[in-house]
């Protein structure tokens, strides 16, 4: 499961760019090496994963070049089984601005 | 000669008593026979085709046309194939803690997966085996399609769990004694998150040579789930009115988003503002904060 945030000004550069992945993270219990696939995994280390009744909470602060007054600001929540492999759940995108309203 | 003909009997008498004696210890010997207690071993087959009939189920379909074609778009009925038809288990086979110089060289001992996604290998020899591992490596998706988690699967050996199943019987929600060829059984466990969380996983499986971990899911459904106050069973969840479909259907990738969508609503809040920590030090920003709520019954993703 991976968060994407994005911001852009409103000239469309980009100005910043996070990601969070969520997933539970094993090793082969011989090192602290994370490994991958059923073959090698030998249980836990670190569990970021979506747990159930325990809302997942990211603040995220973004520092805004100068002269940028605006962002146009895009988060998506995907699942990628494997990388490049995307399956899209939310894309919420919000335009915010330094300016009162 | 008389002493010769009554010795010579006395031995062949002695030598007949000593064969039972050892028949009856082998017979009695610990380990013999299942694994678990009390029934007699079930033959194991020779050849993948033997083992494929034994578990045959189509003639389910006859009557329960419905449920079958449900669970023919399910998982289950491709359990060793990933997404988009992939068959997982060939990688495994040619690389790794499992891998193989050639398919003919394989034997149970290489598919510790088999436990829940083909768990029928127990009726079935090293053979068996060998023929799988061929099929997985020439890439025989005709073949692998055939092994899957069939009717029988559930509805008969992993519907008891203590003591072993009755194999002249079927197991459902209701006893019907006059079901078409076997009859059914009640079996309770049906309806319980068990009967799911014997194959979708507590963590490492370390009962093997090779030990492995995959699903970890009735784990967290035993130990974050319950007691956070969950009070849902699996099969409420995956199996709403008894559908065999059993989502989630990874080959469906417009059906999985939405139900993830509705699995983790998503909340986004965003300000924009310049934050002064002292005299001079004006920095303008934006700050989001995300929120992901989660209505499952266990981790997501698990894996």
């Not at chain 1, 910043?16 to 011989?30: C, E, G, L, N, V």
């Not at chain 2, 466990?189 to 068990?194: E, P, R």
């Not at chain 2, 005299?279 to 995300?290: A, C, K, L, Q």
Request: proline content about 8%; glycine content about 6%.
């Amino acid at each position: 499961m991976v968060l994407d945030v994005t911001a852009n000004a409103s000239d469309g550069k980009q100005i910043f760019h996070t990601s969070k992945i969520y997933m539970p993270q094993a090793t082969d219990s011989r090192s602290n090496q994370m490994v991958l696939g059923p073959d090698k995994k030998l249980g836990l280390i670190r569990d970021t994963s979506i747990q159930p009744f325990a809302p997942k909470e990211e603040t995220i602060e973004i520092p805004l070049p100068q002269g940028v007054t605006e962002v146009d600001l895009e988060v998506n929540l995907s699942y990628q089984p494997r990388p490049g492999d995307i399956y899209p759940i939310h894309n919420i995108k919000k335009h915010v601005s330094l300016d009162p309203k | 000669m008389d002493y010769n003909l009554r010795y010579q009997t006395k031995q062949k008498f002695i030598s007949r008593l000593w064969i039972l004696a050892i028949s009856v210890m082998i017979v009695f010997l610990p380990g013999h026979g299942t694994s678990r207690a009390s029934d007699p071993s079930p033959t194991q087959v020779n050849s993948l085709q033997e083992l494929v009939d034994r578990f045959d189920s189509s003639s389910c379909r006859e009557c329960h046309e419905q449920i079958f074609t449900q669970w023919e778009k399910s998982h289950h009925s491709r359990s060793l194939m990933g997404i988009n038809d992939y068959i997982f288990i060939a990688s495994y086979l040619k690389k790794g803690p499992l891998a193989i110089p050639s398919g003919e060289k394989a034997t149970k001992k290489n598919f510790p997966c088999f436990k829940c996604h083909f768990p029928q290998i127990e009726f079935a020899t090293d053979s068996v085996a060998a023929e799988i591992a061929k099929a997985a490596l020439d890439n025989d998706k005709v073949t692998v399609r055939k092994l899957n988690i069939g009717c029988l699967v559930c509805h008969r050996e992993k519907s008891v769990v203590h003591g072993r199943p009755d194999m002249n019987a079927i197991y459902g929600n209701n006893d019907i004694k006059d079901h078409p060829e076997t009859p059914v059984r009640k079996s309770p466990l049906l309806k319980n998150s068990l009967m799911c969380g014997q194959c979708h996983g507590l963590g490492p499986n370390l009962e093997f040579e090779t030990p492995v971990q995959c699903a970890t899911l009735y784990g967290s459904y035993l130990h974050a789930y319950i007691p956070s106050g969950g009070t849902e069973t699996c099969q409420q969840c995956h199996m709403p009115g008894g559908d065999h479909y059993m989502p989630p259907n990874f080959n469906n990738r417009t059906e999985l988003s939405e139900r993830l969508r509705n699995s983790l609503p998503m909340q986004v809040r965003a300000l924009a503002y310049s934050f002064q920590p002292k005299e001079e030090d004006i920095r303008p920003m934006v700050v989001v904060n995300t929120k992901i709520f989660s209505k499952a019954g266990h981790r997501i993703p698990d894996g």
